[in-house]
């Protein structure tokens, strides 16, 4: 297959690019045809920048959107190739989505399965849909993973608005915090220092003090600004270039205030729904644990997920091996230990998964009952001090001028 990136337009005149592997531009031709594209222009590209392509315009939402339509349509008994082919077709022309859809419909006609031809669409399938969907071809049970993958998908994006409300109002206070001192420092304390200087008063230490730093950020702001984005993204460049940094980053998160407590919590339940819904759907254990543990996007979560993993295939029970690296609360490893003895592993995992779940819900209440009034109480205290440092020395002006 010859990869080509191309420029198509539809009957409506709307012009779409893309990219999809072809056995040659007659048959890349044929393929945007049955889209109701028409070829336009094409030059062949390398593998590496083709799936750069296929990852663009492909969300979280669409991805649910995608394997919720094929769950119902093989439900209902239409063939793989058909399915994909509607949905394709219900797709807006065009679309990331009806490429992606497209291009699966011509993989599997060659003969691949459809793991394969999914796992070629790294937009619409990552490792642990792949696993899954693998899980599902060698068991027969499709559909039920299917199941799995859009309950999978869904959680995470629950877990992610979850995230997004997390931040949202210190976001908030923090800009509103931002274009405030920015006023006052860039516009109301200058003419502040013009005012008493011509008055000729004596100021006291705190208005001394924000009209030196005023001057800083009217004479050097843009230096700044320049240099803390550029610290930004020298620190992030580093973060993913230097692995030995970025694990002792990450490990430091985990111990900051407030929020590194959430941030374990929210990766230890990305990892134990992962777990359940792979060992549910027939992985086995120790590959579900590898699949759980390449979710979690903590780097130190991750190497302590490993070790368990490798206690685990060396011998070691399950419970024992979250007991040991202190992973889990007791609880939980009580809950493990007693599903494994007992044979009822995946129920016990459903249980941890639900215990992370809700905890995550309480500690985001928490965080935010937390940091409202926190955030509240330091703009409070910041208007404050400039509001007093630069009314104080104008009252006293004004008083004296009145005698």
């Known amino acids: 297959m010859i990869h080509y990136q191309y420029r198509a337009v539809a009957a409506d005149g709307r012009v779409f690019q893309g990219a999809m592997p072809a056995l040659n531009e007659a048959d890349l031709q044929a393929r945007l045809q049955k889209l109701n594209l ?16 296929r990852g663009r315009g492909i969300g979280l939402r669409d991805r649910i959107d995608f394997y919720s339509q094929l769950l119902t349509l093989l439900k209902a008994g239409v063939p793989v190739v058909e399915a994909l ?11 990331p989505l009806a490429h992606a859809a497209g291009a699966l419909v011509h993989r599997i006609e060659s003969g691949a399965p459809l793991s394969e031809a999914l796992g070629e669409q ?3 399938c990552d ?16 559909t039920l993973v299917l199941e799995r993958i859009v309950q999978m998908l869904k959680w995470r994006d629950e877990l992610a608005a979850k995230v997004r409300k997390a931040i949202s109002y210190p976001a908030f206070v923090a800009v509103v915090v931002s274009g405030a001192v920015t006023f006052l420092m860039a516009f109301l304390v200058p003419q502040l220092v013009q005012f008493l200087q011509m008055m000729g008063q004596q100021l006291p230490w705190q208005t001394r003090l924000l009209i030196a730093a005023s001057g800083a950020f009217v004479r050097y702001g843009y230096l700044i600004c320049g240099l803390f984005i550029a610290a930004i993204f020298a620190a992030r460049a580093a973060l993913r270039r230097i692995p030995a940094l970025r694990l002792r980053w990450h490990a430091i998160v985990l111990k900051l205030p407030v929020a590194g407590p959430l941030v374990q919590k929210i990766e230890l339940a990305r990892f134990a729904s992962t777990l359940s819904l792979m060992y549910q759907a027939g992985v086995p254990l120790l590959e579900g644990m590898r699949q759980a543990e390449a979710a979690l996007t903590n780097l130190w ?8 993993r490798a206690m685990i295939a060396s011998g070691a029970g399950i419970g024992e091996a979250f007991a040991a690296i202190a992973l889990f609360p007791p609880l939980l490893v009580r809950m493990l230990r007693v599903g494994e003895r007992s044979g009822d592993l995946d129920g016990a995992l459903a249980h941890v998964t639900y215990f992370f779940n809700r905890d995550v ?18 703009l409070g205290l910041l208007l404050a001090w400039v509001l007093s440092a630069v009314l104080g020395p104008v009252y006293e002006a004004v008083g004296r001028v009145s005698r």
């Open 38 to 53: 028409q070829l336009v222009r094409v030059r062949q590209v390398s593998p590496d920048r083709l799936l750069w392509w």
């Open 85 to 95: 082919a509607d949905i394709s077709a219900s797709a807006s022309p065009g679309s």
């Open 122 to 124: 790294r937009a619409l």
């Open 127 to 142: 490792e642990q849909t792949l696993g899954l969907l693998r899980a599902g071809e060698a068991s027969g049970n499709l």
């Open 301 to 308: 979560l991750r190497q302590t997920v490993a070790h368990a």
């Open 361 to 378: 819900d309480e500690a985001v209440a928490r965080m935010q009952a937390k940091i409202e009034p926190t955030l509240t109480l330091i």
